[in-house]
């Protein structure tokens, strides 16, 4: 089993930073690739970034392109998001997710097939 624990969600005025963290309890190949998945109330879960544990080119949603990046720690077993220039339209609870393949369909993220999810951090974001 995997767990994955968010930390760093909070309330931030638009144009606004926020650093999310997610410590996973083990880094193999349960969890070559982790991401981030967002839902805000009333809509639809949304991928947001990407990567593979083992090093690659990060995948992100066209919404957050130039705006978010996601990195990792090895040595933490912990991945990253770093927020900037947030807009109001990025208030959602945060997922961190992880699974053994990468999830990208070719036109979107299959979020139904993730093996691992943490609780959740909420992030607000004040006009």
């Known amino acids: 089993q995997v767990q994955l624990v968010e930390s760093g969600g909070g309330s931030v005025q638009a144009g606004g930073s926020l650093r999310l963290s997610c410590q996973a309890s083990?880094?193999?190949?349960?969890?070559?690739?982790m991401g981030w998945v967002r839902q805000a109330p009333g809509k639809e879960r949304e991928g947001v970034a990407f990567?593979?544990?083992?090093?690659?080119?990060?995948e992100y949603a066209d919404s957050v392109k130039g705006r978010f990046t996601i990195s990792q720690d090895r040595a933490k077993n912990t991945v990253y998001l770093q927020m900037d220039s947030l807009k109001f339209e990025d208030t959602a609870m945060y997922y961190c997710?992880?699974?053994?393949?990468?999830?990208?369909?070719?036109?979107?993220?299959?979020?139904?097939?993730?093996?691992?999810w943490g609780r959740g951090t909420q992030v607000t974001v004040s006009s």
């Open positions: 997710v992880a699974d053994p393949w990468r999830l990208w369909t070719g036109y979107g993220w299959d979020l139904d097939s993730v093996a691992y």
């Open positions: 083990r880094y193999d190949n349960k969890i070559q690739y």
């Open positions: 990567t593979w544990t083992g090093g690659g080119v990060p």
